[in-house]
């Protein structure tokens, strides 16, 4: 089986390295993270040749979102990108997604690999599996929600129930 295969980032190494970049543009500890002004005000400031593209549903077919980090593109589809500006979590958190693979994905951190049939990736290798725990981080920061339960992080952080609560077993997990 083919999949892509990216260098070991562990959760770790993702929660630090999104506090350093929440910490850069100067949102440390802000709880509701402003992905959208973030995406189109501070990306193309941090990196200048950053291009954003909302896509007709029609053109973009099934994804909702696509980004080629050599070429500091990234997709959005239409109806993703009104859901995340008026605040639907799962949108937000498809966005975040997306800055992820930005971020962690240039063409010599991922690699075409053949797995044998028993084999399987592991999740610190798999670009998908970093890409989701760096937009969980992200929207909902693992220092700033320790406390906090599945309903307060999703209204706070504005990420769905479902995303406050993998974000919450993996602070739980502590992996
Ligand atoms: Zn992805």
């Known amino acids: ?24 543009v100067g949102l440390e500890y802000e ?14 400031v941090l990196i200048p040749d950053f291009q954003f593209e909302v896509v007709p549903r029609f053109e973009m077919g099934g994804k909702h979102g696509e980004t080629y980090p050599n070429k500091n593109l990234m997709k959005i589809r239409e109806d993703v990108y009104l859901r995340a500006a008026s605040g639907e979590g799962r949108d937000r958190l498809t966005i975040a997604h997306e800055v992820g693979h930005l971020f962690l994905h240039e063409d010599d951190a991922i690699a075409l690999c053949r797995l044998a049939p028993e084999e399987q990736l592991k999740p610190f290798e798999n670009p998908e599996w970093q890409a989701d725990a760096f937009g969980g981080e992200l929207l909902a920061s ?27 077993s993996a602070l739980r997990r502590h992996n």
């Open 142 to 168: 693992s220092y700033l929600i320790k406390s906090m339960t599945v309903p307060e992080v999703q209204e706070k952080c504005g990420v769905s129930s479902s995303a406050a609560y993998i974000q919450l």
């Open 1 to 24: 089986m083919n999949c892509f295969k990216a260098d070991p980032l562990s959760r770790v190494a993702i929660r630090h390295f999104v506090r350093l970049l929440k910490r850069k």
């Open 31 to 44: 709880l509701y993270f402003p992905i959208l002004p973030f995406v189109e005000n501070v990306l193309p």
